[in-house]
């Protein structure tokens, strides 16, 4: 158990419509960062926030969005969602930023039908 | 853009046979990690390699890393089947670069 719960485990939903994934970090770690993988692309890096503030940024669409709450914990919005959105969305936390070992949550895994 | 390519995609191997996995780039990093991912978790961080030419030891893995820092290996010694799962490598460039994962090894070890 690495610390880094996520919520829901699973999800199926349709074509266009908007879901929102939630994790909460490891306690006492102030970054937080979502990926996605798939079979044909492997673990790409959406987005990074410490501490509230978005810290990098890496190939998230547009139709998505994330945000980092006061007390740390973060969610991920997809909009307009496509059968290619499917996939495995993971969270990880870290004490500071980049260059420190993530820990990584146990995923959502996400079906568009 | 830093790209991280691994070899073999695919292992399939009998319990006790040695196998190595290998992660190449033609980027510098200045660190590479090794995780391994198991069916319905996320990837656990199992080394990180920060010199050029440095060997680290975990049990039975053994993980290289090039001495240019572009590349590096993992050796598994006599494979067990608790060792079946995905293997990433992810490279850390310099300043505040996320993670570059490469698209990871699966290993199956069949008792």
């Known amino acids: 158990d690495s610390g880094v719960t996520q919520t829901p485990k699973h999800l199926i939903t349709a074509t266009g419509q908007r879901v929102t994934l939630r994790c909460s970090p490891r306690?006492?770690?102030?970054?937080v960062y979502w990926y996605q993988q798939s079979l044909d692309q492997g673990l790409q890096f959406l987005i990074q926030?410490?501490?509230?503030?978005?810290?990098a940024k890496g190939n998230i669409l547009e139709r998505f969005s994330a945000q980092q709450f006061p007390d740390l914990h973060s969610e991920l919005n997809l909009s307009s969602l496509e059968l290619g959105d499917s996939a495995l969305y993971f969270c990880?936390?870290?004490?500071?930023?980049?260059?420190?070992?993530?820990?990584f949550g146990p995923g959502t895994r996400l079906l568009v039908l | 853009t830093q790209l991280l390519e691994q070899s073999p995609q695919f292992l399939s191997i009998q319990e006790g046979e040695n196998l190595t996995v290998y992660c190449n780039s033609s980027s510098v990093f200045s660190s590479l990690q090794w995780y391994r991912q198991e069916p319905g978790e996320g990837p656990v961080l199992l080394v990180t390699?920060?010199?050029?030419?440095e060997v680290k030891k975990l049990k039975r893995l053994t993980f290289q890393f090039g001495d240019a820092r572009k590349d590096s290996s993992l050796h598994i010694t006599a494979a067990q089947p608790g060792d079946t799962g995905l293997y990433l490598c992810?490279?850390?460039?310099?300043?505040?670069?996320?993670?570059?994962f490469g698209k990871g090894t699966r290993l199956s070890v069949i008792a």
């Open positions: 992810a490279g850390e460039g310099s300043g505040n670069t996320p993670l570059v």
């Open positions: 306690s006492g770690d102030l970054s």
């Open positions: 390699v920060v010199t050029g030419g």
């Open positions: 926030y410490y501490n509230g503030e978005e810290r």
């Open positions: 990880a936390s870290s004490p500071g930023g980049q260059g420190e070992t993530q820990y």
